[in-house]
Protein backbone atom coordinates (compact mmCIF):
# COMPACT_ATOMS: atom_id res chain seq x y z
CA UNK A 1 0.00 0.00 0.00
CA UNK A 2 1.10 3.39 -0.84
CA UNK A 3 0.58 6.74 0.60
CA UNK A 4 -0.78 8.98 -1.07
CA UNK A 5 -1.89 11.82 0.43
CA UNK A 6 -1.57 14.99 -0.12
CA UNK A 7 1.74 16.50 1.90
CA UNK A 8 5.07 17.79 0.93
CA UNK A 9 7.20 15.14 0.27
CA UNK A 10 9.92 16.31 2.18
CA UNK A 11 8.81 17.86 5.65
CA UNK A 12 12.07 20.00 6.37
CA UNK A 13 11.40 23.63 6.13
CA UNK A 14 13.04 25.93 4.24
CA UNK A 15 17.05 25.68 4.10
CA UNK A 16 18.35 28.32 6.72
CA UNK A 17 20.36 31.29 4.77
CA UNK A 18 23.58 30.96 6.86
CA UNK A 19 26.05 32.90 5.68
CA UNK A 20 29.01 30.96 3.77
CA UNK A 21 32.53 31.26 5.18
CA UNK A 22 34.68 33.82 5.00
CA UNK A 23 32.33 36.21 3.35
CA UNK A 24 31.95 33.83 0.84
CA UNK A 25 28.57 34.86 -1.66
CA UNK A 26 27.94 31.51 -2.85
CA UNK A 27 29.76 27.67 -2.95
CA UNK A 28 30.92 24.67 -5.28
CA UNK A 29 30.62 21.52 -4.07
CA UNK A 30 32.35 19.26 -7.21
CA UNK A 31 31.72 15.79 -6.55
CA UNK A 32 32.07 12.48 -8.47
CA UNK A 33 30.34 9.06 -7.93
CA UNK A 34 32.84 6.32 -8.36
CA UNK A 35 30.83 3.75 -9.28
CA UNK A 36 33.35 1.49 -11.72
CA UNK A 37 31.96 -1.55 -12.66
CA UNK A 38 29.38 -2.02 -9.89
CA UNK A 39 26.88 0.26 -11.42
CA UNK A 40 26.83 -2.05 -14.41
CA UNK A 41 26.64 -5.13 -11.92
CA UNK A 42 24.02 -3.45 -9.82
CA UNK A 43 22.07 -3.18 -13.08
CA UNK A 44 22.07 -6.54 -14.37
CA UNK A 45 23.84 -9.05 -12.80
CA UNK A 46 24.67 -10.56 -16.12
CA UNK A 47 26.79 -8.13 -16.59
CA UNK A 48 29.67 -9.93 -15.01
CA UNK A 49 29.91 -12.23 -17.96
CA UNK A 50 29.80 -8.92 -20.53
CA UNK A 51 33.25 -7.81 -20.27
CA UNK A 52 33.26 -4.90 -22.78
CA UNK A 53 30.02 -3.57 -20.93
CA UNK A 54 32.04 -4.21 -17.76
CA UNK A 55 34.97 -2.09 -19.61
CA UNK A 56 32.46 1.02 -19.51
CA UNK A 57 33.37 0.79 -15.43
CA UNK A 58 37.46 -0.05 -15.53
CA UNK A 59 38.10 3.00 -16.96
CA UNK A 60 37.48 4.95 -14.22
CA UNK A 61 40.50 3.13 -12.20
CA UNK A 62 43.04 2.97 -15.45
CA UNK A 63 42.55 6.14 -16.60
CA UNK A 64 39.64 8.72 -15.67
CA UNK A 65 40.26 9.25 -11.92
CA UNK A 66 44.21 9.75 -12.43
CA UNK A 67 42.80 12.03 -14.83
CA UNK A 68 40.51 13.71 -13.04
CA UNK A 69 42.90 13.99 -9.90
CA UNK A 70 45.84 15.49 -12.36
CA UNK A 71 42.67 17.95 -13.72
CA UNK A 72 41.73 18.97 -9.77
CA UNK A 73 45.58 19.43 -8.55
CA UNK A 74 46.16 22.01 -11.20
CA UNK A 75 43.21 23.81 -9.85
CA UNK A 76 44.28 23.38 -6.09
CA UNK A 77 40.52 21.76 -5.90
CA UNK A 78 39.26 19.37 -3.23
CA UNK A 79 36.56 17.31 -4.14
CA UNK A 80 34.32 14.75 -2.58
CA UNK A 81 34.06 11.39 -4.06
CA UNK A 82 31.57 9.24 -3.60
CA UNK A 83 32.66 5.62 -3.98
CA UNK A 84 30.72 1.87 -3.41
CA UNK A 85 31.89 -0.42 -1.51
CA UNK A 86 32.32 -2.64 -4.55
CA UNK A 87 34.64 -0.19 -6.03
CA UNK A 88 36.55 0.49 -2.89
CA UNK A 89 37.22 -3.61 -2.71
CA UNK A 90 37.95 -3.67 -6.25
CA UNK A 91 40.67 -0.74 -7.06
CA UNK A 92 41.92 0.05 -3.18
CA UNK A 93 45.15 1.88 -4.83
CA UNK A 94 42.75 3.97 -6.67
CA UNK A 95 40.96 5.37 -3.69
CA UNK A 96 44.54 5.81 -1.42
CA UNK A 97 45.22 7.86 -4.56
CA UNK A 98 42.04 9.69 -3.52
CA UNK A 99 42.72 10.18 0.09
CA UNK A 100 46.51 11.08 -1.14
CA UNK A 101 45.14 13.98 -3.07
CA UNK A 102 43.43 15.52 0.20
CA UNK A 103 39.90 14.74 -1.30
CA UNK A 104 37.02 12.70 0.85
CA UNK A 105 35.58 9.82 0.32
CA UNK A 106 32.09 9.07 0.75
CA UNK A 107 29.20 6.28 0.78
CA UNK A 108 27.39 4.97 -2.52
CA UNK A 109 26.22 1.77 -1.65
CA UNK A 110 28.08 -1.32 -2.12
CA UNK A 111 26.53 -2.57 -4.91
CA UNK A 112 25.50 0.51 -6.28
CA UNK A 113 21.60 -0.97 -6.09
CA UNK A 114 19.10 1.58 -5.68
CA UNK A 115 17.40 1.92 -2.15
CA UNK A 116 13.93 1.85 -3.19
CA UNK A 117 13.44 -1.14 -4.86
CA UNK A 118 15.51 -3.48 -2.13
CA UNK A 119 14.40 -4.92 0.90
CA UNK A 120 15.03 -4.31 4.69
CA UNK A 121 18.07 -6.62 4.83
CA UNK A 122 19.26 -5.27 1.21
CA UNK A 123 19.22 -1.81 2.62
CA UNK A 124 21.41 -2.76 5.66
CA UNK A 125 23.72 -5.29 3.42
CA UNK A 126 24.15 -2.53 1.22
CA UNK A 127 24.92 0.27 3.80
CA UNK A 128 26.74 -2.13 6.14
CA UNK A 129 29.50 -3.85 3.52
CA UNK A 130 30.23 -0.02 2.39
CA UNK A 131 31.23 0.90 5.75
CA UNK A 132 33.09 -2.07 6.50
CA UNK A 133 35.00 -1.90 3.26
CA UNK A 134 35.72 1.55 4.10
CA UNK A 135 37.40 0.85 7.20
CA UNK A 136 38.90 -2.22 6.26
CA UNK A 137 40.79 -1.33 3.47
CA UNK A 138 40.99 3.07 3.93
CA UNK A 139 40.76 3.15 7.58
CA UNK A 140 38.29 5.59 7.04
CA UNK A 141 34.36 6.43 8.46
CA UNK A 142 32.35 7.79 6.02
CA UNK A 143 30.61 11.37 6.78
CA UNK A 144 28.09 11.46 3.82
CA UNK A 145 26.18 9.57 1.21
CA UNK A 146 24.80 9.71 -2.03
CA UNK A 147 22.29 7.75 -3.83
CA UNK A 148 23.13 5.19 -6.01
CA UNK A 149 20.56 5.98 -9.00
CA UNK A 150 19.53 8.81 -7.56
CA UNK A 151 17.15 7.47 -5.82
CA UNK A 152 16.09 6.98 -1.82
CA UNK A 153 13.35 5.87 0.52
CA UNK A 154 12.07 6.61 4.40
CA UNK A 155 13.69 3.42 5.20
CA UNK A 156 17.06 4.11 4.04
CA UNK A 157 16.63 7.90 5.57
CA UNK A 158 16.06 6.57 8.37
CA UNK A 159 19.33 4.20 8.14
CA UNK A 160 21.98 7.33 7.33
CA UNK A 161 21.12 8.77 10.65
CA UNK A 162 21.22 5.26 12.72
CA UNK A 163 24.80 4.44 10.99
CA UNK A 164 25.81 7.91 11.78
CA UNK A 165 25.98 9.19 8.40
CA UNK A 166 26.02 13.33 8.77
CA UNK A 167 25.02 14.41 5.49
CA UNK A 168 23.40 13.58 1.99
CA UNK A 169 23.81 14.76 -1.34
CA UNK A 170 21.25 13.28 -3.32
CA UNK A 171 17.85 15.39 -3.45
CA UNK A 172 16.78 17.94 -5.48
CA UNK A 173 15.00 20.22 -3.86
CA UNK A 174 16.91 23.05 -2.48
CA UNK A 175 20.17 25.59 -3.66
CA UNK A 176 21.01 25.46 -0.07
CA UNK A 177 21.77 22.92 2.41
CA UNK A 178 19.24 22.04 5.11
CA UNK A 179 18.52 19.09 7.72
CA UNK A 180 15.99 16.79 7.27
CA UNK A 181 13.15 16.16 9.31
CA UNK A 182 12.73 12.17 9.45
CA UNK A 183 9.81 10.36 11.64
CA UNK A 184 12.76 9.82 14.35
CA UNK A 185 13.57 13.58 14.81
CA UNK A 186 16.31 15.70 13.29
CA UNK A 187 18.19 13.75 10.26
CA UNK A 188 21.48 13.82 8.27
CA UNK A 189 22.30 17.46 6.76
CA UNK A 190 21.28 17.63 2.83
CA UNK A 191 23.35 19.42 0.16
CA UNK A 192 20.80 19.46 -2.79
CA UNK A 193 22.12 18.40 -6.02
CA UNK A 194 21.66 20.44 -9.60
CA UNK A 195 20.78 17.71 -12.12
CA UNK A 196 22.39 19.87 -14.76
CA UNK A 197 25.79 18.80 -13.23
CA UNK A 198 24.89 14.72 -13.88
CA UNK A 199 27.29 14.06 -16.50
CA UNK A 200 26.09 11.08 -17.34
CA UNK A 201 22.70 12.38 -19.02
CA UNK A 202 24.82 14.43 -21.48
CA UNK A 203 28.09 12.44 -22.10
CA UNK A 204 27.43 8.41 -22.25
CA UNK A 205 25.70 6.04 -24.88
CA UNK A 206 25.81 2.49 -24.77
CA UNK A 207 24.47 0.10 -26.82
CA UNK A 208 21.54 -1.20 -24.76
CA UNK A 209 20.47 2.73 -23.76
CA UNK A 210 21.52 4.57 -26.93
CA UNK A 211 20.94 8.52 -26.77
CA UNK A 212 22.80 11.08 -28.07
CA UNK A 213 25.55 12.37 -26.48
CA UNK A 214 26.29 16.63 -26.32
CA UNK A 215 29.29 18.61 -27.25
CA UNK A 216 31.64 20.23 -25.29
CA UNK A 217 30.20 23.94 -25.78
CA UNK A 218 26.91 22.48 -25.37
CA UNK A 219 27.51 21.41 -21.80
CA UNK A 220 30.09 24.15 -20.70
CA UNK A 221 27.20 26.53 -21.17
CA UNK A 222 24.59 24.81 -19.03
CA UNK A 223 27.45 24.26 -16.29
CA UNK A 224 28.16 28.46 -16.37
CA UNK A 225 24.77 29.58 -16.98
CA UNK A 226 23.92 27.25 -13.90
CA UNK A 227 26.53 28.25 -12.18
CA UNK A 228 26.45 31.54 -12.95
CA UNK A 229 22.72 31.88 -11.40
CA UNK A 230 23.01 29.93 -8.24
CA UNK A 231 25.85 32.43 -7.58
CA UNK A 232 23.93 35.43 -7.62
CA UNK A 233 21.34 33.60 -5.55
CA UNK A 234 23.69 32.84 -3.13
CA UNK A 235 23.42 29.14 -3.07
CA UNK A 236 25.89 25.83 -3.10
CA UNK A 237 25.88 24.23 -6.93
CA UNK A 238 26.79 20.41 -6.24
CA UNK A 239 27.99 18.53 -8.94
CA UNK A 240 28.02 14.58 -10.13
CA UNK A 241 30.21 13.76 -12.16
CA UNK A 242 31.53 10.12 -13.18
CA UNK A 243 34.85 9.50 -13.74
CA UNK A 244 33.99 6.63 -16.36
CA UNK A 245 32.37 10.03 -18.17
CA UNK A 246 34.15 13.53 -17.10
CA UNK A 247 37.33 11.20 -17.62
CA UNK A 248 36.86 10.60 -21.04
CA UNK A 249 39.60 12.94 -23.09
CA UNK A 250 37.46 15.40 -24.30
CA UNK A 251 34.95 15.65 -21.68
CA UNK A 252 37.76 16.62 -18.94
CA UNK A 253 38.52 19.68 -20.71
CA UNK A 254 34.94 20.47 -19.43
CA UNK A 255 35.58 20.05 -16.05
CA UNK A 256 38.85 21.76 -16.53
CA UNK A 257 37.12 24.88 -18.55
CA UNK A 258 34.49 24.86 -15.94
CA UNK A 259 36.76 25.62 -13.03
CA UNK A 260 38.41 28.08 -14.81
CA UNK A 261 35.51 30.21 -15.26
CA UNK A 262 34.76 29.27 -11.86
CA UNK A 263 37.98 30.59 -10.66
CA UNK A 264 37.45 33.73 -12.09
CA UNK A 265 35.64 35.03 -8.88
CA UNK A 266 36.98 35.36 -5.81
CA UNK A 267 33.53 35.00 -3.79
CA UNK A 268 32.71 30.96 -4.07
CA UNK A 269 33.91 28.93 -1.57
CA UNK A 270 35.05 25.56 -3.13
CA UNK A 271 34.47 22.73 -0.22
CA UNK A 272 34.04 18.97 0.26
CA UNK A 273 30.79 17.73 1.15
CA UNK A 274 32.43 16.91 4.70
CA UNK A 275 33.49 21.10 4.86
CA UNK A 276 29.97 21.94 4.01
CA UNK A 277 28.64 19.34 6.76
CA UNK A 278 31.52 21.16 9.21
CA UNK A 279 30.17 25.12 8.52
CA UNK A 280 26.39 23.64 8.72
CA UNK A 281 26.76 22.48 11.71
CA UNK A 282 28.64 25.33 12.94
CA UNK A 283 26.21 27.44 12.14
CA UNK A 284 23.46 25.75 13.65
CA UNK A 285 25.49 25.91 16.98
CA UNK A 286 25.80 29.38 16.55
CA UNK A 287 21.98 29.91 16.27
CA UNK A 288 21.63 27.53 19.27
CA UNK A 289 20.13 24.42 16.86
CA UNK A 290 21.90 21.95 17.67
Known amino acids: MFDLSPRPANSAPAAPDFP ?4 KKCALFPAFDVDAESVWLGADPQNARRLITRSYGGYEARVGIPKILETLRRHEVKATFFVTGWSIDAHPATCEAILADGHEIAHHGYLHLRPDTADEATLVDEMDRAIE ?3 RV ?5 AGYR ?18 IRYSSSFRDDIRPYRHVLPSGPGPIEIPVNYSFDDW ?8 SP ?3 FGREEVLSIWRDEFDQTREWGGVTTMVM ?12 ILDQFLEH ?8 IARGVDVADHYEASEAAQGKA
Open 20 to 23: WPGG
Open 133 to 135: AMK
Open 138 to 142: LGIVP
Open 147 to 164: APWGETCPEQMELLKSRG
Open 201 to 208: SYGLTHRT
Open 211 to 213: RAM
Open 242 to 253: HPQVTGRPMRIR
Open 262 to 269: VRQYDDVW
